[in-house]
């Protein structure tokens, strides 16, 4: 198994063998998914003994856990970022959907486990991770309801428009890979275009 992650995730996490076991869970759970992975199999692709998971990680899904609530987190301080800045309606969710875009695009390995893996966590981690989501959905959602009061935006229902374009840069980490031509970056940009067509916005 080769780890190809960026090498800035989870740079709190110490220590290094914690953050081993963490890249080779996300790359075993990306490619297999998170029922065909053993604890043998994590162990090894990160070289210890499958016991040596154990000191580190209780279980299987508190690995998954911690991927899950780790990645949400940080796209939630992304979102919020961006939207609590200064700047129009447009202005905002232009860099709020480049950015969240690129994340989704750069790191897409372990995007696919955090956005795709959820049913798989026990309810009380669902619930924490649920929040998370909610949170992030509400920031654009909030940016899309004051782009409509200033006339920037016209959509008919906000709650569905935020879905959209959530739904929008989620879906890039099943599809994005190395092989993508397209960079990180310019899909962002291409994306932020898209968006604002579709919030009914002038500004390109």
Not at 50 to 71: D, N, Q, T
Not at 104 to 123: D, F, I, N, S
Not at 152 to 161: G, N, R, S
């Amino acid at each position: 198994m080769t780890m190809s992650l960026p090498a800035d995730l989870w740079p709190d996490v110490k220590p290094e063998a914690a953050r081993r076991l963490m890249y080779a869970a996300v790359e075993s759970f990306a490619t297999v998914g998170f029922h065909a992975t053993t604890t043998r199999d994590i162990a090894t692709a990160a070289g210890m003994s499958p016991a040596a998971l154990y000191v580190h990680f209780p279980s299987k899904s508190a690995l998954l856990f911690e991927i899950s609530r780790s990645g949400h987190e940080q796209t939630l301080a992304l979102v919020q970022d961006l939207t609590s800045g200064d700047g129009t309606p447009p202005d905002k969710m232009r860099a709020l959907v480049e950015d969240f875009v690129e994340w989704h695009a750069r790191r897409h390995t372990v995007a696919r486990v955090v956005q795709y893996e959820l049913e798989a966590l026990p309810e009380q981690e669902f619930s924490v991770v649920a929040g998370l989501r909610r949170r992030i959905e509400q920031a654009f959602r909030s940016l899309i309801a004051e782009g409509v009061r200033t006339g920037a935006f016209t959509v008919p229902d906000e709650k569905t428009a935020a879905r959209a374009v959530l739904s929008l840069g989620i879906d890039v980490a099943r599809w994005y890979s190395e092989r993508t031509r397209k960079t990180p970056r310019a899909l962002g940009r291409e994306y932020a275009t898209l968006v604002l067509r579709m919030l009914g916005s002038s500004a390109e």
